[in-house]
């Protein structure tokens, strides 16, 4: 199953969660296939083209397995692996033939693209050879990169990290091939290794077939390409140089913003620099830290009493932020329910306004078997609002036993004036066999004033494989537990939660595999008061052409224990409503050049109704320019004066690759609803002149369509340059 697939289901599935904990070097699995890469002295043209001679002296892997459609079979189109290494850099090249060279499907030329509708290629480097965290090099037949850091076997996936590498893709008369090159300087791993953990993984986008040099079994649960402890043993490094210790990106900003008719320059610089504190500690150092080039977020519109998740899209707080993610389980690519460390709360207000950076440094890495973060940030005094504030953060993760785990996690937060914040918790990860889990946290919070019981803890066990899923979860939140660095939208609560899914592949009508069950959740206050109880069930179907849809019915029951206000002058009174509703959903394959999604519900609301349509279209014109349209409109229909209104939300993307290296992006929203009409726009050129090096161009602008807004209208046009530097 592709990882799009996956996570389309699991979205709106509400199964397992991601991952498993990885295997201790004590315990070391045996490795299905091993590979020994010779060093060699000079790197290839990369262009994908595998004409130089050194290309013979390379190691070979051959004969990879499916994993779908047909688990364990040969793969029906053959791919040949080529890996060599000079003591700077790792030198990968594959030849992916195919019967059919002119479906080859190559649409995404933009770094970091979804490249799960695209014919693709993948590396994974298990570099400690820790049997639990890895790199990951994907690419297509258009040369387009993606890479990211899986943490805990995907427990963690962290697409947002970017390491330096090249690519050179093209089509071949059989097929087409790729050539990849990998600097040591990018990649972590102790002086003098002599091995790491290693996959090749290819995807046919036509006929969904995923292919594996070290086989991947689907009884491993929906993050089966992560089981790294499952992977091959790639041999013959011990000449490896790890690079410079030293990585420097200092960098400019100048622009023009306007707000309210009222014009400024702006010209400012900083640094962000990375020390390698030996093999297996770094050191990352941000001075007057700057995201111009952070796209704008999604909007949202908020039918709910409680705050909204909006992703983290800032580089520095993504990388290794795994590791510091303790809290409840969620789901991949599902907006978690509660973490106790939540980097938006830096350098972001409440309403999203930007408060200026200080600098910060972060230390993390590895220390034998312990994973250690920690880490210091400064922001500025935000005029009426905050006063200048310091956050911190420890945590120390342990691996023990064969894929299990050990944490602690200590946070701080510290406001002028007002005092500091803190919290503490443990947390551990046990892998008794397959893909069998227990998972658990502890956390105890100090904030003065708080009234109520100041802790909380949680525990989550799942059991699964191919054909069937069970677990469960229970969360207890004190009504005087607070973390200021975290996401937690409700306290006071017990909440239970009950998932099963069956999941058979019927091998007809083209639909390669059903997840059906129900699933079950209950939050209730501390004293038993029903405060949301949902159950539901229903279909997901995938069919082989990589389209899904969806069909759930379900009860939920709401109660409030005293009123809010849904709207102005829309208030919902006290009680218990019960309702039920009726959801839709709709996805085809995104390999084609016009592709379309459709999401419906009708639902009881707050003692009236609520009917949502959501219809999207992706165009692609060229394979080089693409746009996304998506609308959602929701119908409110409540019994009170003023309680019948709608909201629109329309969101337009647009793509176009100049270059592999150069791309336009730009995202326009228009959000409307009985509150609020507004328009926003955000659009960015990034030109990566040299490995590690940007050029950005970028333009935004809110503004709002009332005449009597409360907020005036905001324009910004900045330019960026950083300069990747690496003096050894």
Do not use: C
């Amino acid at each position: 199953m592709s990882p799009r697939a996956r996570r389309t289901a699991l979205a709106w599935l509400l199964a397992a969660p991601a991952g498993l904990a990885g295997a201790s070097p004590a315990a070391a699995p045996a490795h299905p296939r091993s590979l020994a890469a010779p060093l060699l002295e000079v790197l290839p043209l990369v262009d994908g083209r595998l004409e130089e001679p050194l290309w013979t002296r390379a190691g070979v892997a051959r004969d990879f397995i499916q994993a779908e459609p047909r688990e364990g079979a040969a793969a029906t189109l053959p791919t040949e692996v080529f890996v060599f290494y000079t003591r700077d850099a790792l030198v990968i090249g594959a030849r992916l033939e195919d019967s059919h060279p002119d479906r080859v499907v190559a649409r995404e030329y933009r770094r970091d693209a979804n490249l799960d509708s695209d014919d693709n290629f993948t590396v994974v480097l298990d570099t400690y050879h820790d049997h639990r965290n890895a790199f990951f090099f994907t690419t297509n037949a258009a040369g387009t990169r993606k890479d990211g850091l899986v943490q805990n076997e995907g427990a963690d996936l962290n697409t947002e990290w970017d390491g330096v590498w090249q690519v050179g893709s093209r089509r071949t008369e059989s097929g087409w091939s790729t050539e990849i090159v990998i600097p040591f300087e990018t990649l972590r791993f102790p002086a003098g290794a002599a091995e790491f953990g290693v996959n090749f993984g290819r995807q046919v986008a036509r006929t969904r077939e995923q292919t594996f040099w070290a086989p991947i079994s689907n009884d491993w649960g929906f993050n089966a390409m992560w089981r790294i402890s499952a992977y091959g043993l790639l041999t013959g490094l011990e000449h490896a140089e790890p690079g410079g210790r030293l990585k420097l990106k200092p960098f400019g900003v100048s622009g023009i913003r306007s707000s309210g008719g009222e014009r400024e320059g702006t010209l400012d610089g900083g640094l962000d620099a990375k020390v390698a504190l030996g093999s297996n500690l770094n050191l990352d150092v941000t001075v007057n830290t700057d995201f111009a080039q952070v796209e704008a977020d999604e909007q949202q519109v908020n039918l709910t009493r409680f705050e909204l998740f909006f992703p983290e899209q800032r580089d520095f707080f993504l990388e290794n932020a795994g590791l510091f993610q303790v809290g409840e389980t969620s789901l991949p690519f599902e907006p978690p329910q509660m973490l106790l460390f939540f980097s938006r709360r830096i350098g972001l207000s409440d309403d999203g306004e930007i408060v200026p950076i200080l600098g910060g440094a972060r230390l993390t890495g590895k220390l034998g078997a312990t994973d250690v973060g920690a880490f210091h940030i400064r922001q500025e005094e935000l005029a009426g609002e905050t006063g200048a504030t310091g956050f911190s953060a420890l945590r120390l993760r342990r691996d023990v036993l064969a894929r299990s785990s050990i944490g602690v996690l200590a946070l701080d937060r510290s406001e002028t004036g007002v005092g500091s914040h803190r919290l503490a918790a443990a947390d551990f990860s046990w892998a008794p066999a397959g893909a069998a889990r227990v998972n658990g946290f502890a956390a105890k919070s100090a904030t003065e004033g708080a009234e109520g019981r100041e802790s909380a803890f949680g525990l989550h066990a799942e059991a699964t494989n191919d054909r069937w899923l069970l677990s469960a979860d229970y969360t207890d939140i004190g009504e005087g537990f607070e973390s200021q660095l975290g996401f937690v939208p409700r306290t006071g609560i017990r909440k239970i939660k009950v998932n099963g899914l069956w999941n058979p592949r019927p091998g007809r009508f083209g639909i390669r595999q059903i997840f059906f069950g129900p699933d079950f959740l209950r939050i209730s206050e501390t004293d038993g008061t029903v405060q949301t109880q949902n159950v539901a069930i229903g279909p997901y179907l995938l069919f082989d052409n990589g389209s899904s849809a969806f069909f759930n019915v379900g009860r939920s029951v709401e109660g409030l224990s005293e009123s809010f206000s849904l709207r102005e002058g829309v208030v919902i009174e006290a009680g218990e409503y019960v309702t039920r509703q009726l959801v839709g959903m709709f996805e085809s394959s995104e390999s084609r050049r016009l592709s379309g999604n459709l999401f419906t519900m009708t639902s009881g609301f707050f003692g009236g109704t609520l009917r949502v349509f959501s219809p999207g279209i992706a165009f692609r014109p060229h394979p080089r320019v693409r746009f996304r349209w998506n609308y959602s409109r929701s119908e409110i229909r409540l019994p009170q004066p003023g309680g019948a209104f709608d909201t629109n939300l329309l969101i337009l993307r647009g793509f176009a690759a100049l270059s592999p290296d150069a791309y336009i992006r730009g995202l326009l929203q228009w959000n409307r609803d009985a509150e609020d009409d507004n328009f926003s726009g955000n659009i960015q050129l990034r030109w990566t002149y040299a490995p590690g090096s940007d050029l950005y161009l970028v333009y935004t602008e809110r503004r709002s369509l009332f005449a009597d807004a409360a907020e005036p209208d905001r324009r910004e046009l900045l330019v960026k340059a950083t300069w990747y530097w690496s003096p050894g």
